[in-house]
T-cell receptor, first 113, second 115 residues
């Protein structure tokens, strides 16, 4: 059974710092991994989708990497800004190709001005 | 595109009442998902439709929950009768293709409170 873990659960950094969020999954037989952002009272916004054949994906100040063999992904945020404050979740497809995504519990990030 | 649209945004009801949540997916998307989010359990998939057909409803907690997708632009999630433990935020999401192969787009959710 696929399980997704995100560490740390919460993170507080001063503005301008570079930071890394971690995601680990137990079943490495995945074909992609997605990172999402959730603002309070809102739905999730897809940030990056990495296919299993890719090592990383970049969007602006965000860079996500995927290491299937070790069951890990990281989300790197460069030059953090207060507007980056949100909860970040990673998700991988469940087994059986049913379309189900298994989500981690998320990392809540606070960037202080 | 307006994105995934859910209604109502908030619903407060008494135990035993019927609750109906509504969702309009992004036009052209052929996969639709209903998720439930709570502090204790995080995000849980309730049911997944592909081309209006339910593919995986293993996450539907009990017979009190039912979901329909009568056409490509509309889906409902119904709880009858509702119970306090059903209190959560219910999200609808859609994607261009299923299987997690394309990004998932979420609505803003319906916050359900059952008293």
């Amino acid at each position: 059974k696929q399980e997704v873990t995100q560490i740390p659960a919460a993170l507080s950094v001063p503005e301008g710092e570079n930071l890394v969020l971690n995601c680990s999954f137990t079943d490495s037989a995945i074909y992609n991994l997605q990172w999402f952002r959730q603002d309070p009272g809102k739905g999730l916004t897809s940030l990056l989708l990495i296919q299993s054949s890719q090592r990383e994906q970049t969007s602006g100040r965000l860079n996500a990497s995927l290491d299937k063999s070790s069951g890990r992904s990281t989300l790197y945020i460069a030059a953090s800004q207060p507007g980056d404050s949100a909860t970040y979740l990673c998700a991988v497809p469940g087994s059986g190709n049913t379309g189900k995504l298994i989500f981690g519990q998320g990392t809540t990030l606070q960037v202080k001005p | 595109d307006a994105g995934v649209i859910q209604s109502p945004r908030h619903e407060v009801t008494e135990m035993g009442q019927e609750v109906t949540l509504r969702c309009k997916p992004i036009s052209g998307h052929n996969s639709l998902f209903w998720y439930r989010q709570t502090m204790m359990r995080g995000l849980e998939l309730l049911i997944y439709f592909n081309n209006n057909v339910p593919i995986d409803d293993s996450g539907m907690p009990e017979d009190r929950f039912s979901a329909k997708m009568p056409n490509a632009s509309f889906s409902t999630l119904k709880i009858q009768p509702s119970e306090p433990r059903d209190s959560a935020v219910y999200f609808c999401a859609s994607s261009l293709v299923g299987g997690g192969s394309s990004p998932l787009h979420f609505g803003n959710g319906t916050r359900l409170t059952v008293t």
